[in-house]
């Protein structure tokens, strides 16, 4: 099968992009054709090291038309199998040369809290990466028949290879968070509830991966709390899985997230997972067997969950262990194995059309 993946760049440390790295490498893996259509980015090194071809097609607002009449051209210089879309300008610019070529789309919903989510129903099939997903976009009025639900792949990328100039290294008593600097993700909240335990573990410290907006007003937050040399702003890291793997706590408090890339990939790690009940995230951690899921996400409530930990080493190292286990749902192979079935149910809806 010849696959081509549309999506506006390949840049590091955007998780739908992750997404795409590690299925794509999976179904070259397995033998598929595979080709990457985007705005380029540095993971086009690591993608064409896997056979993945790569095409440059810049994708903006003003430039939709251009970018519309050079994808029809891809389509016709590559004829794919099937076109998968992963993100809703990737969507709209693959609509009408795929109506054309009378080919396969198939959409991925990534962002189902952006705005202009709804250009993912322009798809043949349209993916949920997560059944709490599944759900909100039945209820958003998603047809049934179309929808299909098949989560993400990151325990066995291969971006977990990838090693920087210079490594790093972390205090092993390190409370881990991987995500955007943005408000949605809630950092604030973490560092709030650090403060408060900060005075009674005094060698524990917080270590915040990423970046965003809200890098310099969550920096002022932790001055402000006198917490400057407790917590560690490390910026983004191209291979935050080995980081991770340092971290004894992964915690991730967003209020609202598809699926959960970096639980996954701290399950995996082995950390110690506490998360809050929002959107895939419960899934990702077994509704609570595999980590701890609370309802109520605010400073104290986080403290409390964290406390239980840190003065239970233990209970830490249970949680631990039982993290790394029953993983297999969540591995680049699984994912590209549950796609073949979502691009043959494609083709069939295309051939019957």
């Given at each position: 099968m010849k696959i081509l993946h549309v999506l506006k760049h390949c840049n590091l440390s955007n998780g739908h992009v992750h997404v795409v790295v590690d299925l794509a490498c999976a179904q070259s893996s397995k033998g598929h054709d595979v080709v990457v259509a985007s705005g380029g980015g540095p993971y086009i090194s690591l993608l064409e090291g896997h056979k993945i071809k790569h095409v440059m097609i810049p994708q903006s607002v003003r430039g939709a038309p251009r970018a519309v009449f050079d994808f029809h051209s891809l389509l016709k210089t590559e004829n794919p199998?099937?076109?998968?879309?992963?993100?809703?300008?990737?969507?709209?610019?693959?609509?009408?040369?795929?109506?054309l070529r009378k080919i396969p789309l198939v959409t991925t919903m990534h962002n189902s809290f952006d705005n202009h989510s709804f250009l993912m129903r322009l798809g043949d099939v349209v993916v949920a990466v997560s059944e709490a997903e599944r759900k909100l976009l039945l209820a958003r009025g998603y047809s049934a028949d179309k929808l299909r639900m098949v989560y993400n792949g990151p325990v066995d990328s291969v971006r977990k290879y990838l090693n920087p100039t210079n490594s790093v290294v972390i205090p092993a008593k390190s409370i881990i968070s991987v995500c955007g600097l943005h408000r949605r993700k809630r950092v604030n909240l973490i560092i709030e509830a650090f403060a408060r335990l900060a005075n009674n573990y005094d060698d524990w410290y917080l270590v915040i991966v990423g970046e965003g907006p809200d890098k310099q007003e969550l920096i002022a937050l932790s001055k402000s709390l006198g917490l400057e040399t407790r917590v560690i702003f490390q910026g983004h890291h191209p291979n935050p899985q080995q980081l991770l793997?340092?971290?004894?706590?992964?915690?991730?408090?967003?209020?609202?997230?598809?699926?959960?890339?970096?639980?996954?990939?701290?399950?995996?790690?082995?950390?110690?997972?506490?998360?809050?009940?929002?959107?895939?995230?419960?899934?990702?951690?077994?509704?609570?067997?595999?980590g701890t899921v609370l309802s109520e996400v605010d400073p104290e409530s986080i403290a409390r969950s964290l406390d239980g930990l840190m003065a239970h080493p233990n209970r830490l190292t249970e949680l631990r262990r039982s993290a790394q286990?029953?993983?297999?749902?969540?591995?680049?192979?699984?994912?590209?194995?549950?796609?073949?079935?979502?691009?043959?149910?494609?083709?069939?809806?295309?051939?019957?059309?």
């Open positions: 199998t099937v076109v998968h879309a992963h993100m809703m300008g990737s969507a709209a610019i693959a609509y009408i040369p795929t109506r793997q340092q971290a004894a706590i992964f915690v991730n408090f967003p209020d609202a997230e598809p699926f959960g890339l970096a639980v996954a990939e701290a399950r995996a790690s082995g950390c110690a997972i506490v998360v809050a009940d929002i959107g895939g995230m419960p899934e990702v951690v077994d509704y609570g067997r595999a286990t029953d993983l297999d749902r969540f591995t680049a192979v699984r994912m590209a194995t549950n796609y073949d079935a979502v691009y043959t149910e494609a083709l069939s809806r295309v051939a019957r059309r």
